[in-house]
Every structure is written in C-alpha cells, then in structure tokens.
Nanobody, 119 residues
Framework: EVQLVESGGGLVQAGGSLRLSCSAS????????IGWFRQAPGKDREGVSS???????????YYADSVKGRFTISRDNAKNTVYLQMNRLKPEDTAVYYCRTVVRLTEYWGRGTQVTVSS
C-alpha cells in the first residue's frame, strides 16, 4: 500500500524558514512524481510545487508563482523522501501542506502538516 507522510510543519515568524518532508513507502519511489499542495482555512487546495520522477540531477520542477524564488523542492531517492524548503515565509503561506502522488491512475495523499506563519 502506498503511504505518504508529511512532517516538518510548525509555527514560524514571517521571514523565517521551514523544511517540510514527504516520506513515501509502498512504491518504486524513483519512478513517480511528487507534488506539494496546501489548503488554507476557507480556501480551496492549491498546488505549490512538484518534482518529476527520476534522479535528482535530472528531475524537473514546478513552482506556483506565489512561492517562486522562496521555495525549493528536491528529492532524495535513497531515502524515499521529497523535501520542500520554504524560505522568507509570509503569513499568507499559512496552511496545511500535503504531498501527493499518482500511482497507476490512483491518487495518494498524506494527512498533511500544519504551517503557521505569524506576522
């Protein structure tokens, strides 16, 4: 069974940094893209960043305009983990952050990790 587990969230002041981790099991990790999404209270879930399958040196990445230049996604295939380094955090980054993958047309989501940025 595919499982995704997020960690690394917390409370941080505006301008601070956090690194989120998404640990995966039950899949050939190298073969699958992983995405980060977030959902703020009263808002729809939105895509934040994603990284394609493959080894780190050849993976392509995507960033939403709202986080471009502040967030960096990376993957460590040896650890079955994708990271989201979040710098210069803003109060509007406050949300529950989820990671997601699709395996054989089935979506899998983690339970999320809360990120709260105080002003």
């Amino acid at each position: 069974e595919v499982q995704l587990v997020e960690s690394g969230g917390g409370l941080v002041q505006a301008g601070g940094s956090l690194r989120l981790s998404c640990s995966a099991s039950g899949l050939a990790f190298d073969d699958y893209a992983i995405g980060w999404f977030r959902q703020a209270p009263g808002k729809d879930r939105e895509g934040v960043s994603s990284i394609s399958s493959g080894h780190g040196s050849t993976s392509s990445t995507y960033y939403a305009d709202s986080v471009k230049g502040r967030f960096t996604i990376s993957r460590d295939n040896a650890k079955n983990t994708v990271y989201l380094q979040m710098n210069r955090l803003k109060p509007e980054d406050t949300a529950v952050y989820y990671c997601r993958t699709v395996v054989r047309l089935t979506e899998y989501w983690g339970r999320g990790t809360q990120v709260t940025v105080s002003s």
